[in-house]
């Protein structure tokens, strides 16, 4: 029986995550759930699943979630130190790291001492802290599955072979909702318009980072981590029909790819299962005959400056990829409130990547302070109408 943590349960992964569940209930027991602040949809996942332990970081909302399961024998924490007794919960093997933002990087950090195993969907752990994660996942003999779907199929394409005969990564992206556009198409969309993602249901943040690109930016950054290899060996591919999810070419000049219909439960239950495969139900098929043709073409890099900012960042190591993804994380969130533009969102980042003095090894606690520095950095900017 395999016992899981899953943070950030109420979000799209954990969601997806709880369906896996859902399929195996007779293989895997849910012992902690954790979720920022809707416990409605909690309280539903509560009752279902019956976990040992919640976490709900805001106060206020763990105080209400309290009274609503009063009739339950389920322990209730908050805050960060919540987060982190859900990330190392005694009887859970394997915790899904799947809350959205550096929030997450304190309790994987702790699961990882603990001797859990990773299933990750935070890539802002390894994008902000990867110098010290990967090496620590390396001294407690932990697995670290990646649960994104891009980085679970350079994975699956791996299985067996020698890395050191990696001739470079493909990484794959559908482009988003504003494939083909141009600056000047983009002035005036709105949060709703970019939340129109045409191929996946993801949560609201990572769907503004596709986009804007800014997602393939980190996700370049976590697959250098994941699989101990430089920037430059790895490509970028624009593929509308986000069937082929990502390739690896090796020296000899094959290349193995993972496909697959979009469909996160898929990453979600390798990363649970691994190395076994499971019949993943309900399910369509991938059918070549009505599928007919798969295109490529190449990022624009112009109109979507904030991937080239993102290499830029991964580039420069250190404490610039902190920069980077809390300048994003902060420029996002006010997009999505209507307080800044879309076209505003590289900008912010730009300023604030020019206005860092650099850290070359930042520790865990400069990596938060940096942080911390960057949001402030993106407020103060904004009110003072710079961007105008």
């Not at 805001?58 to 130190?81: C, F, H, Q, S, Y």
């Not at 350079?154 to 988003?176: P, V």
């Not at 699989?227 to 430059?232: C, G, K, L, T």
């Not at 059918?287 to 073409?297: G, M, V």
Request: glycine share 6%; with cysteine; proline share 4%.
């Amino acid at each position: 029986m395999k016992e899981i943590a899953i943070l950030g349960s109420t979000g799209s992964i954990g969601v997806q995550t709880l369906e896996v569940v859902r399929q195996h209930r007779d293989e895997i027991k849910v012992r902690a759930l954790a979720a920022h602040s809707n416990i409605d949809l909690l309280e539903v996942q509560i009752r279902e699943f019956c976990p040992d332990l919640v976490c709900v970081f805001d106060e206020n909302k763990a105080k209400d979630l309290k009274e609503k399961i009063k009739d339950l024998p389920v322990r209730v924490e908050t805050g960060m130190d919540g987060l982190i007794a859900c990330a190392t919960f005694n009887s859970a093997d394997t915790v899904v790291a799947a809350m959205v933002g550096m929030i997450g990087i304190i309790p994987t950090v702790e699961a990882i001492k603990a001797g859990k195993n990773i299933a990750l969907a935070n890539k802002e752990t390894l994008v902000t802290a990867g110098h010290i994660i990967i090496p620590l996942c390396k001294e407690k003999k932990i697995n670290l599955l990646p649960v994104d779907s891009e980085h679970s199929a350079i994975f699956q394409a791996l299985n067996g072979e020698d890395r050191k005969n990696i001739h470079k990564i493909l990484l794959t992206a559908s482009g988003g909702p504003f494939r083909g556009m141009k600056k000047e198409d983009l002035k005036d969309v709105t949060a709703k318009d970019a939340l129109k993602h045409p191929n996946w249901k993801m949560g609201p943040k990572i769907t503004i980072d596709s986009a804007t690109l800014v997602n393939k930016a980190l996700e370049v950054m976590e697959a250098a981590w994941l699989f101990d290899i430089s920037i430059e060996k790895i490509q970028i591919l624009v593929h509308p029909q986000s069937i082929i999810h990502s390739m690896v070419e090796y020296l000899d000049g094959s290349i193995i790819a993972q496909m697959g219909l979009p469909d996160m439960r898929l990453p979600i239950q390798y990363a649970l299962f691994y190395p076994e495969r499971k019949e993943l139900k309900p399910g369509e098929r991938l059918d070549f005959i009505k599928l007919k043709q798969l295109t490529f073409e190449e990022p624009d890099t112009e109109t979507f400056y904030g991937l080239k900012l993102g290499i830029k960042a991964g580039e420069t190591g250190g404490s610039m990829p902190t920069v980077f993804n809390a300048a994003n994380e902060r420029a996002v969130a006010r997009f999505l409130e209507g307080k800044i533009r879309f076209l505003d969102i590289p900008k912010l980042i730009n300023l604030a990547m020019e206005n860092h003095t650099l850290i070359s090894s930042p520790t865990l606690n400069e990596i938060l302070n940096i942080e911390q520095q960057t949001y402030d950095f993106i407020e103060e900017t904004i009110k003072s109408g710079k961007l105008d």
